[in-house]
Nanobody
Framework: VQLQASGGGLVQAGGSLKLSCVVSKNIFSINSMAWYRQAPGKQHRELVAAIITGGVTNYADSVKGRFTISRDNAKNTMYLQMNSLKPEDTAVYYC??????????????WGQGTLVTVSS
């Protein structure tokens, strides 16, 4: 399974971005998809949002009410709509997937990161 993330960029605080993650195969059998992020200077990748088959979602407390994760099985694509962005959202964002139905880490398959920079 190969994942390709895109959509990062530079945005001012309060702005919005939409990240996309295209999967190399039919995602009907992929039961869990997620976005993680790694802030500058930090080694830990934190789970930002996850979605499982059926549409149940899980969000980090820091992004609840601002970020929305979704998936389009027909397009083999997952999205992360990010609104009301804050400077602390600055990070490299990674998409991930797993055949196991889970809303929590870990995930087995990873894409490359896309950098989101939020200026104050």
């Amino acid at each position: 399974v190969q994942l390709q993330a895109s959509g990062g960029g530079l945005v001012q605080a309060g702005g919005s971005l939409k990240l996309s993650c295209v999967v190399s195969k039919n995602i009907f059998s992929i039961n869990s998809m997620a976005w993680y992020r790694q802030a500058p200077g930090k080694q830990h990748r934190e789970l930002v949002a996850a979605i499982i088959t059926g549409g149940v979602t899980n969000y980090a407390d820091s992004v609840k009410g601002r970020f929305t994760i979704s998936r389009d099985n027909a397009k083999n694509t997952m999205y992360l709509q990010m609104n009301s962005l804050k400077p602390e959202d600055t990070a490299v964002y990674y998409c991930a997937a797993d055949y196991i139905t889970t809303l929590k880490p870990p995930h087995d398959y990873w894409g490359q990161g896309t950098l989101v920079t939020v200026s104050s």
